[in-house]
């Protein structure tokens, strides 16, 4: 286990034995807002899946969500 995994593991073990509504309340606040303020970042792949689809939208190379829905059951049977 790297660094993280280890602290991850180690944290939560005490917030499962924990009893202390006091501190599992800050610490849920704490995490909310960290969680809240993380920005993801696209690997180079989903940026290049991003750009094709906006390429395919630009290019009108889309369909309908009921012919999605019929491609789809046609391929079900």
Do not use: P
């Not at 991850?8 to 969680?35: F, G, H, Y």
């Amino acid at each position: 286990m790297n660094t993280i995994e280890l602290l991850r593991a180690r944290i939560n073990n005490m917030v499962n034995v924990s009893q202390n509504k006091a501190v599992l309340k800050e610490l849920d606040k704490i995490l909310k807002k960290a969680v809240s303020e993380e920005v993801y970042q696209l690997s180079d792949a989903e940026n290049e899946l991003l750009n094709l689809a906006e390429e395919d939208i630009k290019y009108g190379r889309v369909i309908s969500q009921e012919e999605l829905d019929k491609k789809d059951d046609e391929w079900m049977v």
